[in-house]
């Protein structure tokens, strides 16, 4: 027979026993719910970094002055594109729109600083790539430099979209009278493609009184060509600007070639430096705080 103190202790059990489910039960919807709300704000932080951050696209204007600069070339202007790692967070599409964007400007001159390609190409792709890159229009001339993402395809896709390679070369660009610039181009350093010397070789015969438009892709590399030869201008990508930066704070990522410079603008005794931040991305599909952007130039004397 069944005492009531064994009855009591029967129903104490069960209610400890109650107890201790929901507390399980409360313990997991906790969890549960702490784990759902860690789940979405990653995936925002995610968003925000590819979809968000690598949105649009910045036109970075600015005049610059010299009284180098021939009267022709007053009012002159350069827009710079960079970085575009198409098949990164870069696509075709961007590639249109970007055309269309640096045709909206008007530009004299056009410049390209390297890092075309991401990944390899379809043959439909790549003959897209090149018809979009074709129909930037420029006045005087597009250039281009490579960087140390490129291969033979960025060589050929540039030279078939109507850009002169200035790798190691020069050009001289006239405009109404027979007062030029000079423009001129390294090679990317990081794959040893540097020929300082060469790209200057204009200055052997000639004084170094003439305007000067440098295209290098590594920023770093300035400081090599300043021991020898005088740059007003110098346009230069490779480093994203930091790809990934915060308000007020110097680019948080520096990389090999970047690593002096790697902010947007430097005065370097009287030479201008701009570093762009770029259209793709690498490594990583992120951007923050640091927009797709080019750079749009004025020269007035």
Do not use: W
Not at 25 to 37: D, R
Request: no cysteine; net charge negative; proline share 3%.
């Amino acid at each position: 027979m069944v005492t009531r103190e064994q009855k009591n202790e029967k129903m104490q059990r069960e209610l400890i026993l109650e107890e201790n489910i929901e507390k399980i039960k409360s313990t997991g919807f906790k969890l549960g719910k702490f784990f759902t709300v860690i789940v979405v704000i990653l995936f925002l932080i995610y968003a925000i970094l590819r979809y968000l951050g690598t949105y649009g696209l910045i036109i970075k204007e600015t005049t610059i002055s010299s009284k180098k600069l021939p009267d022709s070339f007053i009012s002159t202007k350069i827009v710079q594109f960079s970085d575009t790692h198409v098949g990164s967070s870069t696509t075709i599409l961007d590639i249109e729109k970007l055309k269309n964007e640096i045709n909206k400007l008007n530009p004299d001159i056009v410049v390209f600083t390297g890092d075309l390609l991401e990944k390899d190409l379809t043959d439909n792709d790549k003959e897209k790539l090149i018809d979009y890159l074709s129909k930037i229009d420029a006045k005087l001339g597009k250039y281009a430099v490579f960087g140390n993402h490129d291969g033979n395809t960025a060589y050929e896709i540039m030279e078939k979209a109507g850009f002169k390679n200035l790798e190691n070369s020069y050009d001289l660009i006239y405009q109404k009278d027979n007062n030029p610039i000079l423009i001129n181009g390294i090679g990317d350093k990081i794959n040893g493609n540097t020929d300082i010397k060469k790209a200057f070789e204009y200055f052997k015969d000639n004084n170094n009184e003439i305007y000067t438009v440098t295209l290098l892709h590594e920023p770093d590399s300035i400081d090599d060509i300043l021991i020898d030869y005088q740059v007003d201008l110098a346009l230069s990508g490779h480093s994203h600007n930091g790809q990934v930066r915060l308000p007020y704070v110097e680019s948080l990522v520096k990389i090999e070639g970047a690593e002096k410079y790697s902010e947007p603008y430097y005065k370097i005794g009287d030479t201008h430096l701009f570093v762009s931040g770029g259209i793709g991305t690498t490594v990583l599909p992120f951007r923050l705080f640091n927009h797709p952007s080019i750079n749009f130039i004025r020269l007035k004397k």
